[in-house]
């Protein structure tokens, strides 16, 4: 395996291509612990991360095709690339052009403002490629928090989610809790097949669910490593390619917790996160 990447050695700017969290985001973010802001990443910057999941995971194809051998060659590139060692994980421990892309300083300064913490370490990326229901590989998420699968002592985490292709409503787009960041850690709900709703009715009362809409490509969504949230199936007969990506604050200290992003690299409990997987992204 190759030595991994420096930012020094990797960092081209990408900023034109890249927008800016206004202090209005900020405020949304804050009460509502989620925020989508439309053309965040052009679409040209979208394509060609798209063509890099593709590259990668070796899924060609855009839409579930009609040719019946076709649909057993889809099926089979989707096992395949969910059974390497991280799936769908850590892309840019691999691709020098995605270590480039996610560790650009903009979207470092976006988490710094919107976390109001002064430091900021990229810790992870994940394609969330949805498949169309129909072929039997799409996915959905139950209502979750990410904070309590981060392997970081402290909540001060937040999610980039963004939409590489126009995601319609029949897509499976995310919904969230609006205002839920501020609830306890719940558990590992996605991970071990725990209902939300049965353990913590109290915040479906509490908190109100955002509406299921259409997100633009390119649109960013982000939300709060506490904030809950849930995604249903891809109805549509193509795929739903997007991508998410953590950033949390530089002092947050590894806990030892599991995680595809930060197994095996002899990280220590306790202290920071300081390896070349996890630059600091901002300042
Ligand atoms: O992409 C989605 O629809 C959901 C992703 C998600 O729930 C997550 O990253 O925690």
Redesign the pocket.
């Known amino acids: 395996m190759n030595a991994p990447l420096t930012l020094d050695e990797a960092y081209e700017d990408l900023s034109p291509m890249i927008g800016e969290v206004t202090p209005e985001h900020v405020e949304t973010f804050l009460r509502d612990g989620v925020v989508k802001i439309p053309d965040f990443v052009k679409p040209e910057l979208c394509e060609e991360v798209i063509r890099h999941f593709m590259a990668w995971t070796g899924i060609a194809w855009r839409e579930w095709p009609s040719d019946p051998a076709d649909q057993q060659a889809f099926i089979a590139a989707i096992e395949k690339a969910a059974s390497r060692p991280r799936a769908n994980f850590a892309i840019r421990q691999e691709d020098p052009w995605m270590f480039n892309f996610v560790t650009q300083r903009k979207f470092g300064e976006a988490a710094a403002k919107l976390l109001k913490v002064p430091s900021v370490r990229i810790i992870s990326e994940?394609l969330?490629a949805?498949h169309p229901e129909a072929s039997g590989k799409g996915r959905t998420?139950v209502w979750h928090q990410?904070f309590p699968s981060l392997p970081i002592d402290r909540a001060e985490a937040v999610?980039f989610?963004c939409a590489l292709i126009d995601v319609t409503p029949e897509m499976?787009p995310?919904i969230h809790l609006k205002g839920s960041h501020r609830s306890m850690p719940g558990g590992m709900m996605a991970e071990c097949g725990e209902d939300a709703h049965a353990l913590y009715p109290e915040i479906f009362e509490q908190y109100k669910p955002t509406k299921v809409e259409g997100v633009a490509r390119g649109t960013a969504v982000f939300h709060h490593g506490l904030t809950w949230?849930f995604?249903g199936p891809n109805r549509t007969d193509k795929i739903r390619w997007?991508m998410?990506s953590y950033r949390i604050s530089a002092r947050s200290r590894y806990t030892g917790q599991a995680n595809y992003n930060t197994d095996g690299l002899g990280l220590k409990p306790r202290e920071v996160l300081d390896h070349p997987n996890f630059p600091i992204v901002y300042p």
Do not use: L, N, R, Y
Request: glycine share 8%; proline share 0%.
């Open positions: 994940t969330q949805k998420f990410d999610q989610w499976g995310m949230h995604s997007a998410s």
